[in-house]
């Protein structure tokens, strides 16, 4: 069973308007990561929060962790074309040897 | 792509056969590892590797071995390929903060 759940599944958006993907997980974490993947390539890591962070900034990247209710959230603001992709977010154990990836969504943000 | 290498882009073999997929790096990174991803079901992780001749087991191990004779490569191996393992086969490494970086993936289609 996957460790990381994203919700929703798809999103459509409009360029300029924000987009927000949200993570359940179920066990304790490390850290929890968030990753991009284009059709047909390999993931790229966007963002890592740790577990004793609440929120962190990248750029247009926003990322929240709330470790009371096991859930992490994605903020794109002001989406491109470009952004147009399938995101997951992954959860390291506290082993720190694991990282377990959830199911992902893809957004797709129309010109 | 963060130095590292998956050989081969795509395979297509016959049920019942042998495949080893390679991975190499040049990162002189400790920790590698091997990802499935299947519609649905996000990537899920099969083996890794934290040294050399140091490997452990992942979320779906079964039908696959793995084996790491030197830092830089990291080998798996479908010892007898079944249908059920046609997929998008993924190598990475992390780094220090754990973050993983991605190969580009093999696709292996087992007939």
């Known amino acids: 069973s996957q460790q990381g759940e994203e919700d929703p599944q798809a999103l459509s958006i409009q360029e300029g308007e924000n987009a927000t993907m949200n993570c359940s997980y179920k066990?304790?974490?490390?850290?929890l990561q968030w990753y991009r993947q284009n059709s047909g390539r390999g993931l790229v890591h966007l963002i890592l929060i740790r577990s004793n962070e609440r929120e962190k900034h990248s750029g247009r990247l926003r990322v929240t962790l709330d470790t009371s209710k096991k859930s992490s959230s994605l903020l794109i603001t002001a989406s491109r074309a470009a952004d147009t992709a399938s995101y997951f977010c992954a959860t390291e154990n506290n082993a720190g040897n694991m990282l377990t990836f959830g199911g992902g969504t893809r957004l797709m943000v129309k010109p | 792509d963060a130095g590292i290498t998956q050989s081969p882009r795509h395979k297509v073999t016959e049920t019942g056969t042998p495949v080893t997929l390679r991975c190499h790096q040049t990162e002189n990174h400790r920790y590698m590892y091997w990802y499935r991803q299947d519609p649905g079901h996000g990537l899920r992780l099969i083996h890794y590797?934290?040294?050399?001749?140091?490997?452990d087991k992942g979320e779906v191990s079964d039908g696959y071995s793995v084996s790491r004779s030197k830092t830089e490569d990291f080998l798996l191996t479908l010892e007898s390929a079944t249908s059920s393992q046609t997929s998008v086969y993924f190598c990475?490494?992390?780094?220090?903060?754990?973050?993983?970086?991605f190969g580009s993936g093999t696709q292996l289609s087992v007939l």
């Open positions: 066990t304790s974490i490390n850290n």
């Open positions: 590797s934290y040294g050399v001749k140091d490997t």
């Open positions: 990475a490494i992390s780094d220090r903060e754990r973050k993983l970086f």
